[in-house]
């Protein structure tokens, strides 16, 4: 189980930006049915009353949550991609050293982890919006990431017919080791974390690299 430290509420964040943070620690700690609104008032430091001025029940705190992760999720991810190496002189030495940092980045920033957790574990109960952070947040990601790999074939590293296919398997080759230890309540370090990428980046250049 995905659990964060117990600290005080940050009191210089707004009561909104606490309520959403705690929220997402109680969620993510006790699952849907177990959290409630008491729990999220006393971890961000806040009466319940603020709690229902501020988003509503429950449900609507839900909701609440998951867009706002999302959203944080895709701005990190967007300065995250301007590091992706379009002109590089060793296509799989440098693609192993952007993947280690975005497997370190999964790893390391709560925002992403709390969404991951919140989707493995609640997607069955809101599968509406799930279905819209997949396409507004995963989904966004793959474009972006499709648009790269595009680049770097134009710049002549690799051979790709369909950018957002070859995009795909890239995310997958990447994220599937890391997954299997997430899903098992575990972390990798940063050093399982550039073995994964080595292998993965392997994998996809054989597919895709310039022959």
Request: aromatic share 10%; glycine share 6%; net charge neutral.
């Amino acid at each position: 189980m995905d659990t964060e430290t117990v600290e005080k509420p940050d009191l210089a964040k707004s009561k909104r930006d606490r309520i959403l943070e705690a929220a997402a620690t109680v969620f993510c700690q006790d699952g849907y049915t177990g959290a409630s609104i008491d729990a999220v008032a006393t971890k961000a430091g806040v009466s319940r009353q603020t709690i229902y001025n501020h988003v509503g029940d429950k449900d609507g705190l839900f909701k609440e949550v998951v867009a706002a992760l999302t959203d944080k999720s895709a701005a990190k991810f967007m300065l995250l991609m301007e590091e992706f190496p379009e002109k590089p002189d060793n296509v799989e030495a440098e693609l192993t050293a952007f993947s280690a940092r975005f497997l370190n980045h999964l790893t390391q920033d709560k925002t992403s982890r709390w969404l991951l957790r919140l989707a493995e574990n609640e997607s069955g109960r809101y599968p509406e919006l799930f279905t819209v952070w997949r396409e507004y947040g995963s989904g966004r990601k793959r474009s972006l990431v499709a648009a790269h790999l595009s680049q770097l074939a134009l710049n002549g590293h690799l051979e790709i017919d369909d950018s957002t296919l070859a995009a795909r398997q890239y995310l997958a080759l990447l994220t599937a080791e890391w997954r299997a230890e997430f899903q098992l309540g575990r972390f990798p370090s940063e050093d399982e974390c550039t073995g994964m990428a080595q292998r993965a980046v392997k994998t996809f250049l054989r597919a895709f690299g310039r022959r």
